[in-house]
């Protein structure tokens, strides 16, 4: 009898941000987007120059956590479920740890997009959402196979979800993903009205 198995599977993680650390107020948490967002004057120049729709601190501020204490206490938490995360991959981090290696405010207003990219030189690689209004857009993950498939037809619609090419994941408000860093992944149209907020991040092997 014919076997089939599944190999080299691409893991995604997701769990309520709330599940370790102190309790995340999403209203104080928005508020101090907003607030960080209007008082990063650099952080505006680089996403007017770049062409970056709304706003990032990506480029702009690496402090978040002495900022504002809400973010440190996001960082307690993303250390344990990225803690959580290692372990189901099973790595053999040889005695060191995975520690943060930056954390940034993501606005994404009616109509923005964050094209297709990966995470370069980074191990983990995630997202905690904070304002999803409906019609947000859903993070669109890509099969890392797609540049192999070459002469390969495409998948029937009704595919099942582990063989379609690519995955919507439709966070909610509270919501944390973590991925390993080469997964390429985008943020699609914002359909909504309102803006999209989320806080981003990167962990790194010590």
């Known amino acids: 009898m014919a076997q089939i198995e599944s190999l080299f599977v691409t893991r995604l993680y997701?769990?309520?941000l709330s599940e370790h650390g102190n309790p995340?107020?999403?209203q104080e948490l928005e508020a101090s987007c907003y607030s960080i967002a209007e008082d990063d004057e650099a952080g505006q120049v680089w996403c007017e120059e770049n062409g970056y729709p709304g706003y990032t601190s990506y480029a702009s501020l690496s402090d978040l956590p002495w900022r504002f204490p809400i973010f440190a206490d996001i960082v307690a938490a993303l250390d344990a479920h990225v803690a959580a995360f290692v372990a189901d991959l099973e790595f053999d981090l040889d005695g060191r740890a995975l520690e943060l290696e930056d954390?940034?405010?993501?606005?994404?207003?009616?109509?923005g997009t964050h094209s297709s990219h990966l995470?370069?030189?980074s191990v983990i690689s995630g997202t905690t959402y904070v304002l999803m209004p409906g019609?947000?857009?859903?993070?669109?993950?890509?099969?890392?196979?797609?540049?192999?498939?070459m002469?390969?037809?495409?998948?029937r619609k009704e595919a099942r979800r582990d063989l379609q090419p690519f995955i919507y994941v439709k966070p909610e408000v509270?919501?944390?993903?973590?991925w390993e860093s080469w997964l390429r992944h985008e943020v699609p149209i914002?359909?909504?009205?309102?803006?999209?907020?989320?806080v981003s991040f990167n962990y790194k092997w010590a």
């Open 119 to 121: 995470h370069p030189h």
């Open 135 to 149: 019609g947000a857009s859903a993070l669109k993950l890509e099969d890392p196979r797609s540049a192999r498939m």
């Open 14 to 16: 997701r769990a309520r």
């Open 174 to 178: 509270g919501d944390v993903l973590l």
């Open 103 to 111: 954390l940034w405010i993501n606005i994404l207003p009616e109509g």
């Open 190 to 198: 914002n359909l909504a009205e309102d803006e999209r907020i989320s």
């Open 151 to 155: 002469a390969a037809p495409t998948r």
């Open 24 to 26: 995340i107020d999403p």
